[in-house]
């Protein structure tokens, strides 16, 4: 089973920040980093460092998948 670290969601989630900054009044996060800072919330809660990509749902993955193929 893989897994992946809260720094790396942490670093995905800096990354799409980066790449489509919050806008408008509401400072909303784009979807990529929006979708990856449910599970990070729940990482720092539970004090994880770790979780398996399994328990990521669809969108996550593929947020995660784009960032770390932009990365590389």
Request: hydrophobic share 45%; with cysteine; proline share 4%.
């Amino acid at each position: 089973m893989s897994f992946i670290s809260i720094q790396e969601i942490e670093s995905a989630i800096n990354y799409w920040r980066d790449k489509s900054p919050s806008a408008g009044e509401s400072l909303e996060l784009c979807a990529e980093a929006s979708c990856l800072a449910k599970p990070y919330a729940l990482m720092i809660i539970q004090a994880s460092q770790q979780i398996p990509l399994a328990g990521l749902n669809e969108k996550e993955q593929l947020a995660l998948q784009a960032y770390l193929q932009k990365k590389a």
